[in-house]
């Protein structure tokens, strides 16, 4: 099963390295390495050899694009940023790059770059990227473009679930990661499974056979928590 954690927001790249090897030992065969913020960007760029020896175990390997004080606009800002995460990409040649598409101003900035991209539905707090009928539009703009099903968004948007299977029957042949985690009103929008009343979640999963990433707020949790949310996870959805 390609169940894994992401390496979360970092401030030292031995963080990233104790992170990548404690979800070796879980058995995980899937990652995803986090570039959120410009501090981030510039830390695995200056420790990018240690970064693509630590995942290069992992059998898949996903990268999650920025997502705080960025946008993919026609500014030299943008381009610059962009050129920097491509060349990281080159080096780590994941699967999927993931993106969120209410960032997306100028759609020329992301088609200059051959990227394999994945954009994710978003949550409750968006204004796009929340339905099929809003996700339309942005596989018009990029036709290659795959799709991240994040299942903590879906449970933002409708308890039932049902629009989990709306997407899956809509976008399935797009579909190429799944980001699951848990919610809890008035707390961070990912925690842990074990910690929250979220099982619903875990049983809309549409398939076991694609790469799995738990987005339990990783920076905030200890070793422990992390050994408890992936074996809760297990005995939920194993067969």
């Keep these: 099963m390609l169940l894994g954690f992401p390496t979360g927001h970092i ?40 970064v693509v020896t630590a995942l290069s175990e992992f059998a898949v390997i996903s990268v999650h694009a920025p997502v705080k004080d960025f946008r993919y606009d026609s500014s030299p800002y943008s381009h610059e940023f962009c050129g920097r995460v491509n060349r990281i990409i080159g080096k780590l040649k994941p699967h999927i790059v993931v993106v969120h598409p209410q960032l997306i101003d100028d759609v020329n900035v992301l088609a200059s770059y051959d990227w ?5 539905n978003m949550d409750w707090r968006k204004t796009t990227g929340r339905f099929p009928t809003e996700l339309n539009p942005w596989f018009k703009r990029f036709p290659k473009a795959k799709m991240v099903l994040d299942l903590n968004h879906v449970y933002t948007q409708d308890r039932t679930m049902a629009l989990a299977k709306d997407l899956w029957d809509t976008f399935h042949d797009r579909i190429q990661h799944i980001h699951l985690s848990g ?8 925690v842990p499974f074990y910690k929250s009343s979220c099982d619903r979640i875990l049983e ?15 920076a905030h949790t200890s070793e422990n928590d992390v050994r408890r949310e992936y074996d809760y996870v297990l005995s939920k959805i194993k067969v």
């Excluded at 570039?35 to 981030?40: C, K, N």
Aim: proline share 6%; charged share 20%.
């Design 11 to 50: 401030t030292a790249v031995t963080q990233l390295i104790e992170r990548a090897a404690l979800y070796k030992t879980l058995g995980c065969k899937t990652i995803e390495l986090g570039i959120y913020t410009l501090q981030e960007l510039q830390l695995i760029e200056d420790n990018i050899d240690q």
């Design 116 to 120: 394999p991209l994945g954009i994710e």
């Design 183 to 190: 919610f809890i009103d008035g707390q961070q929008p990912h």
């Design 204 to 218: 809309s999963l549409p398939t076991l056979a694609l790469p799995m990433i738990l987005e339990i707020g990783i």
